[in-house]
């Protein structure tokens, strides 16, 4: 049972250009929506992460725009770099302060990010 | 900075052999989970562990079964390894609480081939 949908699976870009990752959720108890990127060889860490709350959120070239009623989010990368090939992953989680979800996350399936120069 | 270290990057095994994979994190974090990575599927959740001695099912826990003795080391076991277990193996942790939010910390994986 996937519970975050994730799309496109592969995504090329040239350098310059703003790539868009869009995954979608089902359980509506979700309150917060991490991306992680992932190099080759690498584990998967950290980029930016949304809570409900607000709709948009940015870091760097990195915006998260979050729509709660269509139950969807999605990442932009501004001015995307040959450096930012990756495959990012997005996730969600039910936990606030207090709760006992132990912070697991859901990941949704990935998308592999080439960016040309 | 966190570090987690997983045992081996590459590991091949024979069918029917048990196999171990272990993880181990410097940071005191209470919270480890295993995760398995397949292409088109993304991370999966296999078990993970809220205290030590203490673990809980995740999504796709059949064929797995895991161990921890010591807070920084959590181990995952296959019984008896399948073809089907041949993956990606992902090891993460976090700390209890979110003063610090969820972001959970991740090695850098065991590519595991069961011939």
């Known amino acids: 049972q996937q519970q975050v949908k994730q799309s496109p699976q592969s995504l090329i870009v040239q350098k310059g250009g703003i790539p868009i990752i869009n995954c979608a959720y089902e359980n509506t108890a979700f309150d917060y929506f991490p991306w992680y990127q992932q190099f080759p060889g690498k584990g998967p860490a950290l980029l930016i992460a949304?809570?409900?709350?607000?709709s948009e959120k940015k870091e760097g070239r990195f915006t998260i725009s979050f729509n709660k009623s269509a139950k969807q989010f999605s990442l932009h990368i501004m001015d995307s770099q040959p450096g930012d090939s990756a495959t990012y992953f997005c996730?969600?989680?039910?936990?606030?302060?207090?709760?006992?979800?132990?912070?697991?996350?859901?990941f949704g399936q990935g998308t592999i990010l080439t960016v040309h120069p | 900075d966190v570090k987690v270290t997983q045992s081996s990057r590459y590991l091949v095994k024979r069918t029917g052999e048990k196999v171990f994979l272990e993880c181990v994190q410097d940071m005191d974090h209470e919270n480890m989970f295993w995760y398995r990575q397949d292409p088109g599927l993304g991370l999966r959740l296999i078990y993970f562990s809220y205290d030590v001695k203490m673990k809980e099912k995740g999504d796709i826990p059949e064929g797995y079964s895991v161990s921890r003795e010591k807070k920084e080391r959590f181990s995952l076991i296959l019984e008896s390894a399948s073809t089907n277990q041949t993956s990606m193996y992902l090891c993460a942790s976090r700390p209890k609480g979110w003063k610090t939010g969820n972001e959970q910390f991740f090695g850098p994986g065991t590519r595991l081939t069961v011939l």
């Open positions: 949304i809570r409900p709350d607000v």
């Open positions: 996730a969600a989680s039910r936990d606030v302060a207090g709760g006992t979800s132990y912070g697991k996350l859901t």
